[in-house]
């Protein structure tokens, strides 16, 4: 294929965008992908992919969270990446000139440096140092003509629910360009897919009717961090972010509430009942204009303020609700009323900068009778401190005494959101409890994943010209899988995933109904015979590079989180409980498993005792 449509994002007739963040460039590597990259050409190992086409296997090797589940996420900005990776004349002039070891003036040949010193009356040779010419410009030059028109990307579905040791990506290619690929597509991956397995357990545990809003901007690791966690969280499941820049550069839902600060600015000074309404009009955020026009437009209210005065009276005097609180705070009445006007259809109050049961609740109530009275139905409230699980019943109660008191239909159901340091940990001690929250706002534990700072993904050579390549260690989980493989995800007869399997690329593939062996790759007494009532061939291609394979469409997020949220439903309940879940079974064919032990014999050096 011609270079220069590759290099601008073009394969198979279709444009892939840049990457996301302009950040991710070819010079997002580790240095060390460059000094290998180097050696690989100096020893002619580079160029073509019929001298050293190899495979790397992008995986990771444990669950994070304790669980036994991972959504994959991050592929789409691989590809982005893959299809866009060409590097500018600046990027190769920064390279030529910043790398160790490269020097601007000096020519072919190797030069030797001697140092002296004088010691006493004789000359010592102090040092004896060679300066190689290390970066020739040849490879500034393979650099420059560099894309990704000669790699091929296999790749599991994105949003796909994946398992340990099971190749999420596999790059084929020459190994000069996987080697430069191996960092950026593991940083890729590695985040992504850890918050938005995050995000999918957050919903595991909150269930599925309540509404999740991520709202960790502020608290993420950077711009990128707070860009990367709202994409990769409604991937897993949220339903919306706080975040702006996220929802115009991905479509995702935008809801919010409003701060502490816009109650507080409001300064109403603790007056008696009767004076309430003068000492509002006193106020330095006196509200200009109180009025609100019905929502059907057929009449006007020319003071909401005095409404809602008039409501809170009614409420402190029903016989419902008597006694449960005194004079409420009045600048935060102000605060609430002064926000209903602005957004009358979907007001939504923060009811804990004074206190929830005796101020924000009830001027919450007085605003939205006043907003019903006008045919406007409020939203709910947010709590954002204290025991969210007592306070959101006891605020369930009072919405309820209001329905039936003042016959209110649908008051009950106002909608209560929980915020302030949730995690899953609280979600889950809240079930245990009991609580009447609808939706809860998330922020800190979730984008910084706080319970595991990092997924662990590796990127490992499995195959090179050819030949099956495997990395052994004394840690056994360590051990890479070698050869390029297929993998296959087998179901049983209730529907359920039942087992994960590699076979090596020319095995057949499993058939429905037919008995297979699978095997645990390490632990030889580890095996079953699986007769599959669905089979699904994990791997598909990307990016064909300028082969004529056909290429997978890059589907819109919100048909990623789709297939995440039906991933997760259709897998066996064990397999998803917090405590102690029963791992996923992760196997080979009994012909890989075979080679893996042969090649594993092969390569370790037997040791000698003396
Ligand atoms: N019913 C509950 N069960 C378990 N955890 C809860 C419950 N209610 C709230 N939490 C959690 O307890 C923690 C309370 O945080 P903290 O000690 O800072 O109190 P606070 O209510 O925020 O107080 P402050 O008013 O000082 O901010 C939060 O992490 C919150 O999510
Ligand atoms: O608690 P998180 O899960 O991180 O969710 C986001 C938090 O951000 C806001 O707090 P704010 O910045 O006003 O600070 P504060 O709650 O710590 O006072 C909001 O009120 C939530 O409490
Ligand atoms: O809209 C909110 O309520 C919100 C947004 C970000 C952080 N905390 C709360
Ligand atoms: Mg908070």
Redesign the pocket.
Known sequence: MDQQVIANGNCSGRVVEGPTNPMVTPLLTDLYQFTMAYAYWKANKHQERAVSPCGFDLYFRKNPFGGEYTVFAGLEECIRLIANFKFTEDEISFIRESLPGSCEACDESTSLFLEFVFHGNSLLILKRRTKYRIWQDGFFDYLRGLDCSEVEVYSIAEGSVVFPKVPLLRIEGPIAVAQLLETPLVNLVNYASLVATNAARHRFVAGKSKML?E?G??RAQGPDGGISASKYCYLGGFDAT?NVAAGRLFGIPL?????HAFVSSYMVGLVNLSSKLSSCLQSPDEIIDKSLRSADGSSSCEDLVSLAQTWLSKIQWSSSLRGIFGETNQSELAAFTSYALAFPISFLA?VDTYDVMRSGIPNFCAVALALNDLGYKAVGI?LDSGDLAYLSCEARKFFRAIEKEFGVPGFGKMSITA?NDLNEETLDALNKQGHEVDAY?I?TYLVTCYAQAALGCVFKLVEINNQPRIKLSEDVSKVSIPCKKRSYRLYGREGYPLVDIMTGGNEPSPKVGERILCRHPFNESKRAFVVPQQVEELLKCYWPGSSDKPREDLPPLKDIRDRCIKQLERMRPDHMRRLNPTPYKVSVSAKLYDFIHFLWLNEAPVGELQ
Do not use: E, K
């Not at 809801?255 to 701060?259: A, E, I, Q």
């Open positions: 809003l709202f901007l502020r706080s809801r919010g509430t409003h701060s923060l947010r915020s706002g922020g």
